[in-house]
Structure formats: C-alpha cells, structure tokens
C-alpha cells in the first residue's frame, strides 16, 4: 500500500513511519509513503494557507489553493482521500479492514476550524470521525487511522495475532497475563496454569463475554453468538445483578 499525507506539521506524522511495527512493514516494503507539507504550495512570501471564514464566526479556515494544488500535484483527483473530522462516519474495525484492501489512499490533516468545503467536495471520498470528541490536530486522527488498517494488510503482523483480538467475532477481548505467575499478592487465574486448552480456552470465551458486557453492552445486539455462549452471558448477567443487589 502506498499512504500520501498532506499536512501542516509533517514532524508530527514522521516519528510513526519510523518505529516500532510500521517501521518494519516499510523496511519490508509492504508500506511506502510520502509526507507532503501543503503549505509550500501557498502563494506568496508568508506560504498563508489559512484565512478567516466567509459569514464570521471564531477561528480559522484552510484556504482552497494551497491543498488542492498539493492534491493535484500528487495524483489525489479520483483516488481514495480521507479526510478526518468530527462530522464524518464512525471509524471501525469493519472500516478499517475495507481500506486496507486498497493500494493507495492519501490522507489530509485538517487543522484549525477545518478545511475550505470546497476541497472536500472535489477531492474527498471519505470523511471519518475516530469517536464523539475533537482533536486541536488533524495529524493525530490520521495516525489512528493508519494505525488500525495497516496492521490488517498481509505480512505486517501474523495472522493468528488477529484471531482473537477486540471486535474480529464482535465482543472484546479477553484479559492477557505473563510471567511472574504471583506479583504483589496478585495472581494470575489458575486455569491458565493448567495447560488445559479445553478448559483455557472456555475460560476467555466467558471472559470476553464479560468484559463485553460491562464495557461495551452495545456490541452483544450485533454479536453472532452460538448457543453455549448465549448461555454463558445468561450466567455472567444473572451473576453481575447478583452482585450489585449485595452492594445494595
């Protein structure tokens, strides 16, 4: 895949491409990208690429030209362009895995009180939001996203490290330890212990379930569960209600 960022603070996005896991994707050439600072291509002596907006109102605006020529410049017209703002589609796993199907995607930061519309409606095909908040930084949200697709392409991690991580059946992932097996009084579940795969492998179904269930209750409506785990979260339900009537 090839990722074009076009950006205000290019030292902002840089740090990710060079470490940890996406660096290794690009020294395997599994990830190539290109960091472009838009404001060079701003007219005049200050390279301005921000101006009040039209009708008033606080803030200020990313002006037209010097975006879309960046954008023309490198082949953005009629490709996959996202652009991250609070006013976009929900960012999910489900989205996440559809964009890294794709072999090239280009990314603006936004900054400031947004981009000109005018931008989006000629070159943007995908306004995304991470979550119901706002961020001072487009550059931020563009990593999360990054980070959450490139790490689906073939090759950047193993496959079976995606089998049972958060959302891949719709529920949450279940707790992780290691070693020391005691540490300050706390110990690690005995059933993970036992090297009873039968029995482990039940006891981080339920515990996926549970966490689900008290973290994100929302996600158990659109879950395909079968038979046995329906009536393992009867269990934990009737057991969590248990609990907080004894608080009571």
Not at 32 to 45: L, P, S
């Amino acid at each position: 895949m090839k990722i074009t960022i076009f950006t205000l603070f290019p030292e902002m996005v840089e740090p990710f491409f060079t470490s940890s896991i996406m660096k290794r994707a690009v020294e395997k050439g599994i990830i190539t990208y290109n960091i472009v600072n838009f404001r060079d291509y701003a007219k005049g002596v200050h390279r301005k690429s921000d101006d009040e907006p039209f009708g008033g109102g606080a803030g200020m605006v990313l002006m037209p030209q010097p975006l879309s020529d960046a954008l023309l410049d490198h082949g953005a017209k009629g490709k996959r362009v996202i652009f991250p703002t609070p006013s976009g589609r929900v960012f999910t796993e489900a989205y996440a895995e559809e964009l890294s199907r794709e072999e090239e995607l280009y990314f603006i930061c936004g900054h400031y009180e947004g981009i000109d519309q005018r931008v989006i409606d000629t070159f943007v095909t995908d306004e995304i939001t991470i979550g119901d908040y706002v961020l001072s930084s487009g550059e931020t949200s563009t990593i999360v996203v990054i980070d959450a697709l490139f790490r689906l392409i073939e090759g950047v991690i193993t496959d079976l490290s995606l089998e049972d991580e958060s959302f891949n059946s719709g529920l949450l992932e279940y707790p992780q330890y290691t070693r020391p097996a005691s540490y300050c009084n706390l110990e690690v579940p005995s059933v993970l212990l036992s090297g009873n795969h039968r029995h482990i492998t039940e006891w981080r179904d339920c515990k996926r379930l549970e966490k689900t269930l008290l973290n994100r209750p929302d996600l158990l409506s659109h879950a395909s569960l079968s038979i046995k785990e329906r009536q393992n979260l009867l269990k934990i339900i009737s057991k969590v209600e248990d609990d907080d009537y004894g608080h009571h």
